[in-house]
């Protein structure tokens, strides 16, 4: 049996060698390996052998089979590249009647509401920074003036990380200690106000419905000096909202509770379908809450390094935390939250710029 399977191993070799092609190949693999190949001709030569030598020739026959096997895998890669080759280098893979213009793509709708915005707090002196998407218990909550397990925390449950006590940021709020200490030193040595905003991806473990996603978008704004009153924060909001709406909004203050500011407020807008007068956009109020936000909690300047235990209230501020998802689709109308994350590129390029 030895001579037979060395014999028919000769054989394979030169003609797989012989092969240039998977036409080729895969007539020499059936020639082989089919039921009707050379290896099944050798199994039925089995029957023919002493019973004492069966074992090892069938031994020998199943270790061809499996070198075979490889043999013929290993080939037919280097068939598939020589072929992959063959293809760029020809013509074949060129198609001279595709139309050189391909279609290009389109802003993504909070990416033109951010770059307004972003703008329109340029012309106002803010800086606008970036910020990471991971962070850590700390900056998301403990700086914030909510420590553990304070009830604040449910209302902000996210995705936690199984490694260095990470999570994905439930607000952009998260940013507010680092922008304070990058910006703080300006402040208190050049008299340089910290107005700053900062937009991002922001998550939180919620149930998806058509107002409600597991991730979305807010922009968050600080401004930090001497005397910053709520008269600041309301002529910032008021200004930036008729901006964006391009007309003059009427805005009010509602007493709202967030840890790291105080006194809170919710912000409304009289609504700019009714004129205050009460529709089903508005839900028969008249008004439409749009941007929490309050006078930054001391215990938050002072986790931000701005005011010391010796001046806890040298320094004042405001912030606020623009949902620019909610805005996204107030202002252009759009029902259905899931569309911003689904990547319909039919949904998504009916925006535009102004
Ligand atoms: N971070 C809050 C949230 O996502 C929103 C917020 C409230 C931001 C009040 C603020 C603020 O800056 O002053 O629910």
Redesign the pocket.
């Known amino acids: 049996m030895k001579e037979k399977v060395d014999a028919l191993r000769t054989k394979f070799q030169a003609d797989l060698q012989a092969v240039s092609d998977k036409a080729g190949l895969e007539e020499l693999r059936l020639s082989f390996m089919s039921k009707k190949g050379a290896i099944q001709d050798l199994m039925k030569e089995l029957s023919q052998i002493p019973n004492d030598q069966k074992k090892d020739a069938g031994q020998l026959i199943n270790m061809f089979k499996q070198e075979v096997a490889k043999h013929f895998d290993e080939r037919k890669k280097e068939l598939d590249a020589l072929e992959e080759k063959r293809l760029i280098e020809s013509s074949e893979s060129y198609d001279e009647s595709m139309p050189t213009e391909s279609p290009v793509g389109s802003y993504h709708p909070i990416t033109l509401i951010q770059r307004e915005l972003e703008d329109i707090f340029k012309s106002m002196g803010f800086d606008v920074e970036d910020y990471n998407e991971i962070v850590d218990d700390y900056n998301c909550f403990e700086a ?1 003036n909510i420590p553990k397990f304070h009830p604040a925390r449910d ?2 449950d996210t995705y936690y990380l199984s490694t260095n006590n990470q999570l994905l940021k ?5 940013a ?1 200690n680092t922008i304070m200490r990058k910006y703080g030193d300006k402040l208190k040595k050049n008299g340089r106000p910290i107005r700053a905003v900062f937009p991002g991806r ?1 998550f939180r473990n919620e149930a998806i419905d058509s107002c409600h996603d597991n991730t979305f978008f ?1 922009m ?3 401004m930090i000096d001497e005397n910053i009153s709520i008269s600041n924060l309301i002529y910032f909001m008021k200004t930036m909202l008729s901006e964006v709406f391009e007309k003059d909004v009427t805005v009010r203050l509602r007493p ?1 509770f ?1 840890p ?2 105080e006194p ?2 919710e912000l409304d807008i009289q609504c700019l379908i009714c004129g205050g007068d009460g529709c089903p956009s508005c839900k028969g109020s008249g008004w439409l809450e749009l ?6 909690h001391p215990n938050v300047l002072k986790h931000g390094g701005i005011n010391t235990e010796e001046d806890p209230f040298k320094y004042t501020g ?6 620019l998802t909610r805005l996204a689709m107030m202002k252009y109308g759009v029902k259905d939250i899931r569309i911003f994350n689904e990547g319909d590129i039919n949904a998504l390029s009916q925006f535009e710029s102004k």
């Open positions: 914030l209302m902000q439930s607000h952009t709020s998260a507010q922001c807010q968050e704004g600080v709202g967030f790291f500011v809170g407020f941007c929490p936000c309050g006078m930054i405001f912030a606020f935390g623009l949902g």
